[in-house]
């Protein structure tokens, strides 16, 4: 296994379409240090490895 750059993991982060809405909506709620983690970037990476595509198996 390898690791990855910075640049790949928000490559891979942003490839989720629910995500990058997240990253669109979180500094609107001005909220001190907000961040995207936990399952939001789990599934996503997880489908990414299995050759899924980003958004699958994600319920919203």
């Known amino acids: 296994m390898h690791?990855?750059?910075?640049e790949q993991?928000?490559?891979i982060a942003k490839g989720n379409v629910i995500?990058?809405?997240l990253l669109t909506l979180?500094?609107?709620l001005e909220v001190p240090h907000?961040?995207?983690t936990?399952?939001?970037?789990?599934?996503?990476?997880w489908?990414?490895?299995a050759g899924q595509p980003a958004e699958?198996?994600?319920e919203v």
Request: hydrophobic share 40%; aromatic share 10%.
């Open 56 to 58: 699958w198996q994600t």
């Open 26 to 28: 979180l500094p609107t």
């Open 3 to 6: 690791s990855l750059t910075n």
């Open 34 to 36: 907000c961040m995207l």
């Open 19 to 21: 995500n990058q809405q």
């Open 47 to 49: 489908n990414h490895q």
């Open 38 to 45: 936990a399952g939001c970037l789990f599934q996503t990476f």
């Open 9 to 11: 993991v928000l490559a």
